[in-house]
Antibody, heavy 122, light 110 residues
Framework: QVHLVQSGAEVKMPGASVRVSCKASGFTFTNFDFNWVRQAPGQGLEWMGRMHPENGDTVYAQRFQGRVTMTRNTSTSTAYMELRSLRSEDTAVYFC???????????????WGQGTTVAVSS | QSVLIQPPSASGTPGQRVTISCSGSSSNIRRNTVNWYQQIPGTAPKLLIYNSHRRLSGVPDRFSASKSDTSASLAISGLQSDDESDFYCAAWDDSLNSYVFGTGTKVTVL
């Protein structure tokens, strides 16, 4: 079975950094792009960026440029998202999601992790 | 803040048809395909529609979608109680070089 399993909840102080992991199983990790999407409490979905695991290429949403880094470890089929200089507004559930590369779902985010809650509070 | 605008809510009685609109612009919906996601609060979103109108395998044909110029829409016919959830449209935006989500629509079954 195909899965994306994310790391556990985090509580961080303002100004700190957080790294969330997303481990893929059941499919070839390097064949798919991975997106990161977050959702603040009671709010909608917000795209943060994407990464291509084969070469590490990334595209970040403008509002996160300079504050986010998306990386991967191909040997463990794990994607990572690090967000720095955390502020209270970064309190959210963070999701990783795979970009479909087959004609049956082309371009959609067809597989999602369970989400990781990050709380930023002093 | 989002560039794709959806009505905040939609509702209907069981069996009715509900339509959700998604208003975008020339840099996103006109140029690129639209995806639709369903999210039950507290869980991860699920892809329903890709390529603007194609249902993901396993999605009931009660769900249909279309796109015209800078707008897209999702229709749910034969509304059922377990359709109560949030729905989001999404598309790539060439000007922002970003994947953008709609503002989200909460569907309530009365």
């Amino acid at each position: 079975q195909v899965h994306l399993v994310q790391s556990g909840a985090e509580v961080k102080m303002p100004g700190a950094s957080v790294r969330v992991s997303c481990k893929a199983s059941g499919f070839t990790f390097t064949n798919f792009d991975f997106n990161w999407v977050r959702q603040a409490p009671g709010q909608g979905l917000e795209w943060m960026g994407r990464m291509h695991p084969e070469n590490g290429d990334t595209v970040y949403a403008q509002r996160f440029q300079g504050r986010v880094t998306m990386t991967r470890n191909t040997s463990t089929s794990t994607a990572y998202m690090e967000l720095r200089s955390l502020r209270s507004e970064d309190t959210a559930v963070y999701f990783c999601a795979r970009v479909c590369s087959s004609v049956t779902c082309w371009g959609g985010l067809d597989l999602w992790g369970q989400g990781t809650t990050v709380a930023v509070s002093s | 803040q989002s560039v794709l605008i959806q009505p905040p809510s939609a509702s209907g009685t069981p069996g009715q048809r509900v339509t959700i609109s998604c208003s975008g612009s020339s840099s996103n919906i006109r140029r690129n395909t639209v995806n639709w996601y369903q999210q039950i609060p507290g869980t991860a979103p699920k892809l329903l529609i890709y390529n603007s109108h194609r249902r993901l395998s396993g999605v009931p044909d009660r769900f249909s979608a279309s796109k015209s110029d800078t707008s897209a829409s999702l229709a749910i016919s034969g509304l059922q109680s377990d359709d109560e959830s949030d729905f989001y449209c999404a598309a790539w935006d060439d000007s922002l070089n970003s994947y953008v989500f709609g503002t989200g629509t909460k569907v309530t079954v009365l």
